[in-house]
């Protein structure tokens, strides 16, 4: 498929512009993690996955898990650029009463999963991703990771049976942020040697500049034609990215831009 980077980078832009104000709006929410996930998930929106936003529960359709599922903001304004609900809808964001809350659900049209405890998509992702092999059905499933989420053990016991069964219908996509909730990840648990721990489970891995669409591209259209293991793509991202007083903070895992804040990051986000 022919794809235009230019446009996609324009939109990287309107999409980091949004996913603050939407965040302003709420008046709480994860910033960090969604800004870090911008290219990532145009992506597969956008390149990746075979999906139609007008018939969300189409049988034939790629799967993507959002293991990571406090990155509402870029999940669900992403999904509304691609056409899945309203844009409008948006300023609900973790009101009452809204179907767009801080944590994924599988009410929103375009999420398969209800996630925000981490540790479980990776799971959830190989159960339908061995299902669709007993069914002889072609569509790939897609899982969000986290890199603190990668510090689970459930995670490995996934990434284990994935190599197992070899799933080469799944493809997880590690958000190597750098940055958990409370600081970095080297000083509260390493998870170095990332690359080797996937491949030692027997996955087939791959390392990528999470925001460069090109690496994004070529990393997916090889887990595509991978025969005989599961993908990973460690892509190496920065938290925050987009917004200089965010980039790399902890403290912006979880907290949402003033009027000033906003006012400062969309100057930025030009
Ligand atoms: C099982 C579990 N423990 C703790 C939390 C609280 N929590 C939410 S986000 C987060 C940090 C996750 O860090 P990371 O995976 O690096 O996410 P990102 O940097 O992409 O936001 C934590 C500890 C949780 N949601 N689930
Ligand atoms: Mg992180």
Known sequence: MSIDIESLKKKAVIIRRDILEVLHVAGSGHPGGSLSAVE?????????????????????RDRLIISKG????VVYVALAHFGYFPK???????????????????????????????GHGLSFANGIALGAKMRGKNFKVYCLLGDGEN??????????????????????????????????????????????????????TLEVNGHNFKELMTAFDEFKNRKDKPTVIIAHTIKGKGVSFMEGKSSWHGKAPNQEQL??????LV
Request: hydrophobic fraction near 35%; glycine fraction near 8%; charge should be neutral.
């Open 40 to 60: 990532i998930m145009l992506t597969l929106y956008g390149y990746v996955m075979n999906h139609k936003p007008q018939d969300p529960a189409w049988e034939g």
């Open 70 to 73: 406090h990155a509402t903001p």
């Open 88 to 118: 409008e809808e948006l300023k609900t964001f973790r009101k009452f009463k809204s179907r767009l809350q801080g944590h994924v659900h599988s009410h929103v049209p375009g999420v398969e999963f209800c996630t925000g405890s981490l």
């Open 151 to 204: 510090q689970e053990g459930s995670i490995w016991e996934a990434a284990m049976t994935a190599g197992h069964h070899q799933l080469n219908n799944i493809c997880a996509i590690v958000d190597y942020n750098k940055v958990q909730e409370n600081g970095p990840l080297k000083d509260i648990k390493n998870i170095e040697p990332l690359a080797k721990k996937w491949s030692s489970f027997g996955w087939h």
């Open 263 to 268: 006012a400062q990051a969309l100057k930025e």
